[in-house]
């Protein structure tokens, strides 16, 4: 078992070993890696869970859940079995949902961090992003990847709010609250919604980015890097200018942030000048 838990992870989705399967879907390990986080069968799981909770409600729930998620995509079980969740119980002091919240497995931890952003159930923006925070701080990576991706459609709708509530959330003393507080506003998004108005006007978002420009945490460099990555492929000159000023500081954070968020205007760059140099040679 000690072997287990000091794993690496497979690196290919069908290397990862039975015995970790297994486990995974028993809910008595945590994933470390996305190859595990993809391979894992959430359905098992959700059953396992669901023969463990003293709830008669949640684990009829939670068995329905796990009969339901063949075929579905891994965000949309992660909803699904949050849904189930917030349909069950009475709300985060709820005894069931505290013990799933704080569950041995990371996987059952983000089906918590979904049911507080269910939106089947009501709940101001600043309650969800209180609710948010725990699993934001979480020691897992995959729990924090969920966190934000499991608040984010909330900016889409309130963004204005989320955007004055952000800006105080990333003054925040943990770097993994501050790095959430980035990576949720991004404007673009490998596994969630696009940000219009971000995309459009990411000068909206200037406060939160202004707060980590000399960041000394990687983690959050690397967020605010790739923040602004996404927002030079809408609005290259914006980030160009941007970024040029940040450059008057004498700071290595800020140079980190500078080079990973110039990234795809010097690759453009460089492309329209080989592009060039062709056309002149013929």
């Known amino acids: 078992m000690d072997t ?16 970790v399967l297994r486990l995974l879907e028993q809910g008595s390990v945590e994933t470390v890696n996305l190859m595990e986080w993809l391979a894992a069968d959430m359905s098992a799981l959700a059953i396992s869970v669901a023969n463990k909770v003293s709830s008669t409600r949640l684990k009829d729930e939670l068995l329905l859940a796990g009969g339901e998620m063949a075929g579905l995509g891994v965000t949309k079980r992660l909803a699904m079995a949050g849904r189930a969740i917030a349909r069950s119980t009475s709300g985060a002091d709820d005894a069931d949902f505290v013990a799933l919240a704080t569950h041995r497995s990371d996987l059952v931890r983000q089906w918590a961090c ?6 089947s159930v009501p709940r101001s923006v600043s309650e969800r992003l209180f609710l948010t925070k725990q699993f934001a701080a979480d020691s897992n990576m995959s729990v924090r990847e969920a966190a934000w991706m499991a608040f984010r ?14 800006s105080v959330l990333v003054e925040d003393a943990n770097p993994n609250i501050r790095r959430f507080a980035v990576e949720v506003t991004r404007p673009r998004s490998v596994w969630g919604i696009h940000l ?14 202004e707060s980590v420009k000399e960041d000394g945490s990687r983690y959050v460099q690397l967020a605010a890097g790739n923040w602004l990555n996404d927002a030079s492929k809408s609005q290259p000159a914006w980030v160009s200018e941007l970024c040029a000023r940040w450059s008057v500081a004498d700071s290595k954070a800020t140079r980190a942030i500078v080079r990973r968020g110039m990234r795809t205007v010097l690759s453009t760059g460089r492309k329209r000048e080989g592009a060039e140099d062709t056309f002149l040679s013929l």
């Open 196 to 209: 219009v108005e971000l995309k459009r006007a990411p000068q909206i978002a200037l406060p939160i980015l």
């Open 153 to 166: 459609p909330y900016l889409q709708i309130h963004l204005p709010e989320c955007l004055r509530l952000l």
């Open 4 to 19: 287990l838990l000091t794993r690496k992870g497979a690196r290919r989705l069908g290397d990862v070993p039975g015995d």
């Open 114 to 119: 979904y049911a507080v952003n269910d939106p």
